[in-house]
């Protein structure tokens, strides 16, 4: 990698667009620039309205050219969206070789091997294929199997699938800003590159980014993703609850969500009373805080249910010491991590952006995990060689090519 390199992260969410530009600099990440926009034209993480998506992409690219200095042209794009699933495969091949040393064309071999056997539906992309762990002549655990001997070369892998559709309208958008996708990365991967350690990989953890539409959980064990998951509910929903709830706009609901909002009602003390306006526009009533408070404890409860069900049908909720750390906007809210922790029984932590360069203090805020971690699954994967396959089509190169096809580029 040359000393001095950009890499721009765009995540294109349900209540905001925005790009991250990261400068590497000797290894370092120091963040340069950030541009984030409002989002119209997306309904729980997918698109809706091309034009208005389109339109969002270049403003916030424009503005964090501006805030960066640098002309952007590849992205790594974020996807999202409930047509997302996960499932394990499994590849194995026999080195045939005399000396039964294991090379990296065999470990290719093998993740092809991985690949085959879970082939996709025709209206379905492979949009990652993460190795998990390998198996030679039996014994597993093996994390990097080149140079070791063996007859047998077995992988275990997590392969990510997407609606083709849905993931081509996306990619359109950022085409017809006149960018180019580096490579695509799915939200709660990128987000837990930005707030999860490794140490809380290794050990077995739950990343939930709770956006504004989608709920989008990542489950590590072993360093590694084991079961992924987008749900389509968010703080939306929150807001929208508290608008019927107390009749008021959408808008002013979700005004007063941030100002007085908190995931419990234990956390509103007795006696604390809130001004909320009319639809109308009236005199404003005065109502405890306790009653918004009310409003937004079933739905978080109801969206923590829907998290515990995913995480039980992971297979891995009995391993994840390390509990579940929450980041996204809804991550904000007060009295969250306790709460969450209370409803799933294990330890909670909010987590963002930290321990990097440059203009921390632009991205400090669970809102830009997801657009300051595509940066660092940039840096820290090498984009798309890393996917590379011995036939030099690289999963996201084989994408590149059927969405040439399919956007007529
Ligand atoms: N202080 C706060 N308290 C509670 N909720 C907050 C706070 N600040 C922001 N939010 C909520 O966070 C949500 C937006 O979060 P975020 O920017 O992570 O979403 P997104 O990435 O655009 O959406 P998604 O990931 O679902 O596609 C909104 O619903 C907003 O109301
Ligand atoms: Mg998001």
């Not at 993931?167 to 799915?186: D, F, P, S, T």
Request: hydrophobic share 40%; aromatic share 2%.
């Amino acid at each position: 990698m040359p000393r001095k390199e950009h890499i721009t992260g765009l995540d294109i969410g349900t209540t905001k667009v925005c790009a991250v530009v990261g400068e590497v600099d000797d290894g370092e990440v120091h963040i340069a620039g950030v541009g984030s926009v409002p989002s119209s034209g997306i309904r729980k993480g997918v698109v809706i309205d091309i034009e208005a998506t389109t339109n969002a992409i270049e403003d916030a690219v424009e503005r964090a050219e501006r805030m960066s200095g640098e002309e952007i042209r590849g992205l790594y794009v974020g996807i999202s969206g409930e047509h997302i699933s996960s499932t394990n495969s499994r590849g194995i091949i026999a080195i045939s070789r005399g000396d039964h040393e294991i090379s990296p064309s065999d470990v290719e071999r093998v993740i092809d091997a991985a690949r085959m056997a879970a082939l996709p539906a025709s209206d379905r992309e492979i949009v990652h294929l993460l190795p998990r762990g390998f198996v030679v002549d039996g014994h597993d655990g093996v994390r990097n199997p080149v140079g070791m001997y063996g007859a047998r070369l077995e992988v275990e892998a997590q392969i990510v699938t997407g609606t083709s559709t849905v993931l081509a309208n996306l990619l359109k958008c950022v085409q017809r800003a006149g960018l180019e996708v580096e490579e695509i990365a799915l939200e709660p991967l990128a987000s837990a590159e930005a707030v999860l350690t490794s140490a809380e990989r290794e050990l077995g953890v739950v990343l939930a980014d709770i956006g504004g539409g989608t709920t989008s959980l990542g489950v590590f064990v072993g360093g590694g993703l084991c079961h992924t998951a987008i749900l389509p509910v968010g703080g939306h929903h929150l807001t929208a609850d508290v608008a019927v709830g107390l009749r008021t706009p959408v808008a002013e609901a979700e005004k007063l969500k941030i100002r007085y909002g908190a995931a419990s009602v234990q956390d509103a003390s007795e006696g604390e009373m809130i001004e909320v306006f009319n639809v109308g526009d009236r005199e404003p009533r005065v109502l405890p805080r306790r009653v918004l408070c009310e409003i937004i404890e079933p739905r978080l409860q109801e969206i923590c249910s829907l998290m515990r069900l995913q995480i039980r049908r992971s297979g891995f909720g009995h391993v994840v010491p390390a509990g579940i750390v929450l980041t996204g906007g809804t991550a904000l809210l007060r009295g969250i991590a306790k709460f969450v922790s209370e409803k799933l029984e294990l330890p909670a932590r909010v987590g963002m952006p930290d321990h990097l360069g440059g203009l921390v203090d632009a991205v400090r805020s669970p809102i830009f995990s997801t657009g300051v971690g595509l940066v660092l699954h940039g840096v820290r994967h090498g984009g798309a060689k890393a996917v590379r396959t011995t036939n030099g089509h690289g999963i996201f190169g084989r994408m590149r090519g059927w969405i040439r096809e399919m956007v007529g580029t």
